[in-house]
């Protein structure tokens, strides 16, 4: 991970050197002023997130730990493959045992 070069302290008493032709001072000292409070707030949101991450890693720590469950009904092994056919069988089977009465009745017709 990067390491932070500038405090917002550092960037506030950086000072340049000037030149015949150089920049507004008073332009720089402004970007430089938004440059510091733009860190400071990234400094402040920083310091929440590590804060953050060190609450859950308490509260995780506190909690029981469980193993999770799969409900029983719904059990696929690796050794179970079922293809679209074997699919296609059962909801054949589940068809006629639902609605075999409707489809003689209908067959009848």
Known sequence: MAS?????????EQEFGREVRGYSKAEV???LDDVIKDY???AA???SLRQEIADLKEELSRK????PTQPD????????SMTNFDILKRLNRLEKE???KQ?????DL
């Open 103 to 107: 489809i003689l009745d209908n067959q």
């Open 29 to 31: 000292d402004e970007f």
């Open 98 to 100: 639902v609605f075999g």
């Open 4 to 12: 932070i070069i500038f405090s917002a302290k550092d960037i506030f």
């Open 45 to 47: 949101l920083v310091k």
């Open 40 to 42: 400071e707030t990234y």
């Open 73 to 80: 009904s719904i059990e696929v092994t690796a050794s179970t």
């Open 64 to 67: 029981p730990q469980v193993a």
